[in-house]
């Protein structure tokens, strides 16, 4: 992942583990102590958000543990590789994607998964190279016109 999706997971855990779980807690312990469990919209709910918390702690937990931070400014290669930045022309038309993780894909922003299909396809090709992408409205023809690797916006 890049820096910038580690520094978004990160604060999201933080924010998580450190504001939203105590608050959560404290509002079981009141409603816990307000009587009868069954009935109480404080209690079940609390309950409930603590479990989401709780699941959503273990999955960032997980995926910053595993986490491999690659700033794409750093990366020197004339392949196309994770954090490029790729200029493409589909049938006269330029296009510019961004190779990211799978936390980072913004389809509206040209941010696609490396793991996509136009992300497999593109991977490990350079400039001038002529690919192609199996996408549901058919098979789409692309050549690759300019590869960089900087920061992705």
């Known amino acids: ?3 910038a999706c580690h520094q978004k997971l990160s604060e999201e855990y933080d924010r ?5 779980r105590p608050k959560t807690t404290e509002i079981i312990q009141w409603a816990a102590g307000n009587g009868d ?3 109480n919209a404080d209690y079940i709910y609390g309950k409930r958000r603590l479990r989401e918390i709780d ?4 999955f960032l937990g997980k995926r910053l543990g ?3 931070v ?3 400014e750093t990366v020197k290669s004339d392949l196309i590789k994770f954090g490029a930045t790729v200029l493409v022309e589909d049938s006269g038309v330029q296009r510019t994607y961004y190779i990211v993780g799978q936390d ?3 389809l509206e922003k040209s941010k696609v998964s490396w793991k996509s299909p136009i992300g497999k396809s593109l991977l490990g090709k350079e400039e001038g190279d002529i690919i192609e992408v199996k996408t549901p409205n058919g098979i789409k023809e692309l050549e690759v016109i300019e590869i960089s ?3 992705i916006p």
């Open 37 to 39: 469990r069954s009935e």
């Open 149 to 151: 690797y900087q920061k």
């Open 104 to 106: 980072e894909i913004e």
């Open 55 to 58: 699941s959503r702690l273990r």
């Open 16 to 20: 998580l583990r450190n504001i939203e």
């Open 70 to 72: 690659v700033d794409p």
């Open 66 to 68: 595993d986490a491999v």
């Open 1 to 3: 992942m890049t820096p």
